[in-house]
C-alpha cells in the first residue's frame, strides 16, 4: 500500500457504476477485507501521477525528472546535430569536388549517365585524372594533400583488369576465352619537381587491349582537415580520402561506366595548435554532457524500481486470485502488471548514457564515430519523447498536440539534415499516422474507451474495471 | 430596446420547443415582468439582420456598409496589387539580369549547384566580374548606372577573409592556426577612361592564399529606374542595388560555392520631368483610396458602437441573474455577449486605414514602401472577407459558396503573383480546410445544431437556448 | 393514345402499389373513364422503347436510328481527327523548326528562359536572324519560301520601339521622359543575286539606343506545302507564316525576353496537279459525309416530332387537371413532359450536320476551317453519346459500362492528340465523375429510387408516381 | 466416400445451426439414407486439408507438394530472371552506346527532341555516322565487328527516299506533284585499308534534293559477344544487330527527326572455348530444372485426377437430386463442383514444364529465346502462387499476408528488372487491390460471411448450407 505507481483511469464517470457493481458483488461473496485491501493497491498501482497526487499527496518526482530530461537530451541532440551536420557536409562536398577535379567534363547531377564510348575517350579520362592528381596542390582549393608513407607520397595506382587469354571474333561467331581475371597496375608517384610536364600516351607506356578488358581502377589516397569546426569553437578532425575511379567495361556492351568512389575515414589529427578560447567551450560541453548522465541514472533506477515493484505485485496478486477463487490469471491480464513504457523509458535511459560518454570522448577529441554516436542519441531521444508522451497520456488530448510540437522540432531544417534527425523525424512520422487516425475516430466517436486507451498505454483495461 | 444589434439563431425551429419550456418555468417562478423584458431584449440582441427586419423593420445598414467596403476593399487590393507586381517583377528580373552579367557561365535554374573547383577558376571568376563592372555601361541592355558619391563613382570592393595564421599540412596530419579571421579589401573605380583595357592577374596585385582563405567578397553598389510604370500611368521609382558576390570556401572542401545577393532599396528619383498624363491617373486614384477610407471610418464607428452596446447588455444581464437568482454568470456564457467578429471586422477597418494612407503617399511618391502596405491591404482584405462571411452567417449553406467564389477571386492570375495575394491566398486555404471539414461533417450529420452554430459564429448558444 | 413515346419507368415494381392506391382513389372520385385514358396515354409516353415493344409491338425505329447515328459519326469523327492531326502537327514542328533557324543557341524547352543580357548578344541575335532570313532557300530542310507580293519577294522588317525622348540618368536618380512611343521600321528584302555577303553591324545601319529601347521586332512572312496529306491520299494545303520575333526590354532591367510567335493561316493552293488516285478517295469520303447528313436529318426529324407531340400532351393533362380538380399543374411538373434528352439529341444532329457539310468542303480544298469544323463535329458525337446512354437508360445498370466504352474510344491515341478530341475526353470525364459518384451511392444503398432517376433522365417522376 | 476432396467450410460455426435446421429437416422427408450418405461424402469433398486431416487421418501429400513446387518454381524464376537480366543489360547498354556513336553530338535523355533544322546539319550528320561506322574497330571500345557474308564484310546502306517527281513552289502557292516514292541506294564497304581518310562531300557523290525528299535512311549491321556471362560461369551468346539511322522528312516542317532504330537478334555461337568450369555449373542446373518438371508433373497428375472426382461426384448428386425431389439442379450449382483453383493449378503446371524444359535448351545454347520462356516461366510462377493461396484459403487471414509476401518476392530489384517480372508485379498488384478492399470490409465487418467465401473461394455456399 506504500508505493503505488504509475496507472491510468481517465474513465473516471466509469468508476461509480464499476463501484456499485462491487458493492453488489461483494454482498454476495464474503472474502472481504484481504480482497478490499488489495483491490485498493491495485487502484492506487495503475492511478496516473496526478491522480496518485490528489488521492495521496505523492509529488510527482518521476514526471518531473522525466520532463528534466527530454529537455536536456533534446538540446544535447540538437547540438550534437549541429556538430554532426558539418561532418556530413564536408565528406558531401568533398566527394562532389573530387568529381569536378578528376572526371573530366563532369557536370552535377550526372553521376547515372556518366560513361564514355570511344576508345580516345578512355585513354583521355585516365590521363586527365592521372595529371589532375600530380597537379593537385596547384589546382585544388582546399584542404587536400597526398598521403605520405615516411618521407615519401603514396603513389596513384592505375590498375587494368583483363581476361587472361582472349581471341574475340564476333564477325565470325567465335571466340576463345581463359574467363580467369589478371590485374595490371601501374604507379605514378607525384612529381616533387616544378616541371608542369603533363602525362601522356607519349611519355606513359599505357595500353589497353579493348576486347579483354573487364576494368580499369585508378586508386589513391587524400588527406584533408575540416578546418570550420575551428569557427564553431570545435577542434578540427584530419580525414583520409581512399578514391577509387572505376571505369567498368564489364559488359563489354561498347559503353564504359565511369564512377568515382570515395571512402572516408576520420581520424584525429596527431599535432595540432590553435590559438583562443576553443578548449573552454569544449569543457563546458562536457560538463553538461555528464549532467545528462547523471539524470539518466537517475531515471534508470526510478523506472527499475518501479517495473520491479510492479513484477512483486503482481505475483501477490496471482497468489490471490489461485488462493480464493481457484483460477489462474491469464497470461495477458498477468503482462498488465509490466508497464511497457517503463521498459522503454529505461532502454533510452541505458542508449543516452552509452551515447553521451561516446559524445564526451569525441569532444576530446579520442574518438571519431559521429555515425555510432548520433544512432544513440537519436534513438534514445525518440524514445524518451515517446515515454513521455505515454507518461502525460492521461491527458488524452494533450498527446496529439505534443507529437505535433515534436515534429516541429525535429524538423528543424539545420539538424534535419544530418542522418539521426533524418531517422527520427521518419520514426516520428510512423507515430503519427496512427495518432492521427486514432484521434480522427476519437472525434467521431466510433472507438469505445477502452480501446482508447489500449492504444496509447499498450494495456487492456478489460481486466481492471472488474477490480475498481 | 431600441438597439439590438446583430445575433445569430439559425436553429428558429427549436424556437417553439424552448418557448414552451419558458412558459412552464415562467409558471414556477414569478420574477416574470422584468425577466420577460430583458428575454425579449436578449433574443433581439442575438438576431441576425434578416429577422431585425422582419420583427421590427430595421433596416440593415450596417450589412449594406459591409457589402459595399467589401466590394472597395477588394478593387483596390487587386489594382495594388497590379502595380506591386510591376515592383516585384523587376526586382526579380534585375537579380536574373546581374547573375548573367557577372556570374561567369551562368546558366538559369543552376544556383544551388554553381561552384568552382579550381584556383584558376576563381581567378577568373573574380577577374571576369570586375571586368564586366568596369564595362557595365558599354554591356547592359538595362538602365543600370554606377552609384555616386558627390562628383566621383563608387568603386568596387574586393575583400578577401582568411584565417590571421595558418600552416595546415593534412599530409602530416598537423596545423597551426589562429582562428581571428583577418579582411583584406581592394577597391577597384570605374575607369572613366574609353581605353577597354581588362583587369586581370597580370595589372592586379591580388593573389589568394587558399589554405588560409575563408571567403572573397565582392561588393558594389548600381542604380536602376523603373521605367514601365510610366507605360501605365504611374510614376517610376528609383531603385538602388547593393551586390555582394561571395566566394565561400569556409568549409575548405575543394567546393568554393559562388552566390550573388542582391539587396534592393527603393527611394524616390530625385528630379523628374515626364510629359502627359500621368498626374491625372493618380488624382482620380487617390480619390477612390480616400473613399475607402471614409467607408471604413463608418464601418468601425458601427461596429465599436454594436461592441459597447453588447457589453452593456453583459453587465446588466449578469446583475440582473445575480439579483434573482443569486447565481454568478459564468465567464463563457459572459463571453457570448461580445462578438468576435465586430472585433475582426474592427481590426480589418484599423487595417485598411492605414494601409490605404499608405498606398496614396506611395502614389505620391513620397513613400516606397510597398512590402508594408501589402501586407496591410491584403490581411485586411482577408479579415474583411471573413467578416462578412460570418455576417451573412445566417445562410449557413451560403457560406462555403462564398469561400470558395472568394478563393476564386484570390486566385486572379495577375495579382496572385504578388506578395501580399500569396498570403492571402494561403490563409483562406488555411480557412477552408476547416471549412470543408465542417459542410462533410455537416452532411453526414454527425455534429449537433449547437456545435455548428459555435463553429461558425465562435459562440456557445447552450445557455441562449435555456433563456428563449 | 395513338403515339405515345419514349418514357422511363424502372421503378416496375412500384407499378403494383401506385395501381392500387389509384383503385382506392378511383372509388372515392368518379371522374372515372376520362381520367383513366388520360393515365393509360401518360403512362405509355413515359414508357421505353422495350416497354413499348412488348406494350403495343411497337418497333424501336428511333433507337435503331440513333445506334447508326452513333457508329457513323463516331467514324467520321476519328476520320477527321486523323487528318486535323496532320494540321497540327505540322504547324507544331514548323513553330519549332523557326526557333531553331533564327533564334540563335536555342534548345528545346527553353522557351520561358530564353533571354539576352548583353548590349553585343542583342545584336548578334538581330544579325543572325536576319542573315538566316537572307539564306533561308540553302538553309532550311523544309519547303519554305518567301510570300511573293507580285513579282518581287516580300521584306523582312526590323522595327525598334523606342520612348520619343528620353534623358535617364540612374546615378543622379534623375530622368526627363515623354512616354510617347515611336516606332521606326527598317526593311531588308531577300537578295536574288548569289552571293553569300552576310548583314552584319558593317554594312548594315542599324543602332539600337538601350536607354530609350523599348523592343526591337522582327517580322517577315514564309510560306510552305504540307505534302505529307498527299501520302494519305488527301489534297495538301497551303500555310501561310507570319513570323515575328520580339526583344522585349518594356522593364528595362537588363533583360531582353525573346519570344518566336508564329501566327499561321491554312489556304487553298491555287494551282495543283497530283499524278495517281488522289481524287476518288476523296469521292467516296464525301458520299459517307451525306449519308452521315442524312441519317441525322432523319433522327432530327424524329425527335422534334416527339417534342412536339410531348407539349401537345402536356396541354391536355394541364387543362384535364384545372378542370376537374381545380388545380393548377406546377411548373416543374409540366418540364416533365419536356424530354431534355430529345433536346439534346436536336442539338447534337443540327450540328452533326453543319459540320459534315464543313468537312465535306474542306475535303474540296474549298474551306480550310479545321479548328471550327473539329469543334462542331466533336461536340456533336459528345452530345449523340450522351443522348443515346439516356436512351438505353432503361437498363441503369448499362449506363457506367456504355461510359467506360466511350472513354476507350475517345482516348484512342491517334485521334486523342487531335484538339476536338482532347474536348471530347475532358467533359466526358466531367460526365464520369458525377456517374461514378452516382454509382457509388447506388451501390451503398443511400439514395431512394427517385433520386437515381431524376440524376439520370432529368426528371421527377414524384408526380408520376400518383398517376400510376 | 473414400476419396473426398479439398473444400471450404470456414464457417464452422454455423455447422451446429445447419445441423439443427437439417435435423427437423430430415424428420419431416424419408428419404433419409441414402441422402445422409450423398450429404456426408459432399461434406467431406467440400472440406479443406485440415479439416481431412482432424476427419479422417488424411495425410495432405498434394498440400505438401505444392508448397515444395512453389518453393522451387520460385527460386528457378529468380535464377532466370538474373540471367534474363544480363541479357536485358546487354541489349539496352549496346543501343545506348550505338547513339553516342553514330549520332553527333547526341546527349543522354534527348531522343524525343533530337532533330536537325539546316541542310548542313543534315550532311554533317550522314557523314560523321558514315565514318564512325567505317572506323568502328579503332573506336569502339565494346566487342563490335562488321558482319561478314563469305570472305567480305557487309557494306553500309544509304537510302534516300524521295517523291518521283516534285515542282514545288510554295511562295506561288502552286505544286506539281507524283507522291509515288522512289528509293536510292548508296552502299559504302569497309575499307580494310589503314588509311583514315574519312568520307565527306568531296569524295562521295551523294546529294539530296530537300523539296522531294521523303526520308533517309541508314542500314547496317553489327556483331558482338556477351562475354560478362562467362563470369557467371554460363557460356555466351552471340549477337546481330541491325542497326536504321532515320532522318525523317515526311512532314517537309522544316525539322527532320533523327531516331536510331537497333533490331537485336540473339543466335548460339557457332565455336567456342572457354577454359574453365562453366560446363559443371549448366549440368547441376540443368538438374535442378528437370527435377522442376518432376513436381511438376506429380501436382498435375494429382490436381487432374481430382477435378475428375469432381465432376463424377457432381453427376452422381445431379441424378439423386433428380431422382428424389424431382428437381434439376441449377447450373451454377453444379459448377460447385468444380474447383476453379485446380484448373489454375493445372494450368500453371503445363506452362512451367513448357518454360523448364525451354531454359534447360537455352542453358544448353541450343535456344536462344529468353522472351518466351520469361513470359512461361512468370505467368505459370505467378498462377502457382495465386493456387497455393488460394489451398491456404482455409486460414482466410492468412490471404493478405502471404500476398504481401508474394509481392516482397516478385519486387527483387534484379529479377523485377526482366519483362516477365515487371508483368507479375502488376498482376499481383492487381489481386492485391481487391484484397485490400476485401480486408477492409472484412474488418468493418460490413460483408456477409457468404460473399467473404465466394470472393476468396469462387463460389456461393449457399446451396451448400442447405444440405450441412
Known sequence: MENPELAVSSCSTHDDGSLRSYKRHSSVCQEGLLEDQLRRKLKFFFMNPCEKFWARGRKPWKLGIQLLKIAMVTVQLVIFGLTNQMVVAFKEENTVAFKHLFLKGYMDRM???????????????????????????????????????????????????????????????????????????????????????????????????????????????????????????????????????????????????????????????????????????????????????????????????SVVKGIWLQREFVSFFLYYYKKEVSFSDQMEFVNGWYILIVISDVLTIVGSTLKMEIQAKSLTSYDVCSILLGTSTMLVWLGVIRYLGFFQKYNVRISWDLRAVASHPNTASSITQCDEVLLLRCYDLPGLLFLWMDCTGTIPCEVSLSEHGFRMPFFIDQWR
Not at 599505357?206 to 576486347?211: A, E, I, K, W
Not at 588527406?223 to 567495361?249: G, M, S
Not at 581520424?267 to 545528462?292: L, P
Request: glycine residues 4%; contains cysteine.
Open 111 to 305: 553521376d547515372d549517365t556518366y560513361a564514355v564510348y570511344t576508345q580516345t575517350d578512355v585513354y583521355d579520362q585516365i590521363f586527365f585524372a592521372i595529371n589532375q592528381y600530380l597537379q593537385l596542390p596547384n589546382i585544388s582549393v582546399g584542404n587536400h594533400a597526398y598521403e605520405k608513407r615516411g618521407a615519401e607520397e603514396t603513389a596513384l595506382a592505375v590498375c587494368q583488369q583483363f581476361y587472361k587469354r582472349g581471341t574475340i571474333c564476333p564477325g565470325n561467331d567465335t571466340f576463345d576465352i581463359d574467363p580467369e581475371i589478371v590485374t595490371d597496375c601501374l604507379y605514378i608517384e607525384p612529381m616533387m619537381s616544378s616541371d608542369n610536364t603533363t602525362v601522356g600516351k607519349h611519355n606513359l607506356n599505357f595500353t589497353l587491349d579493348f576486347h579483354r578488358l573487364v576494368a580499369v581502377q585508378l586508386m589513391f589516397n587524400l588527406k584533408a582537415i575540416n578546418l570550420q569546426t575551428v569557427r564553431h569553437h570545435e577542434l578540427p578532425d584530419c580525414y583520409d580520402f581512399t578514391l577509387t575511379i572505376v571505369f567498368d567495361n564489364k559488359a563489354h556492351s561498347g559503353r564504359i561506366k565511369i564512377s568515382l568512389d570515395n571512402n572516408i575515414a576520420i581520424r584525429e589529427c596527431k599535432d595540432w595548435h590553435v590559438s583562443g578560447s576553443i578548449q573552454k567551450n569544449t569543457h563546458y560541453m562536457m560538463i553538461f554532457d555528464a549532467f545528462v548522465v547523471l539524470i539518466c541514472l537517475a531515471s534508470l533506477i526510478l523506472c527499475t524500481r
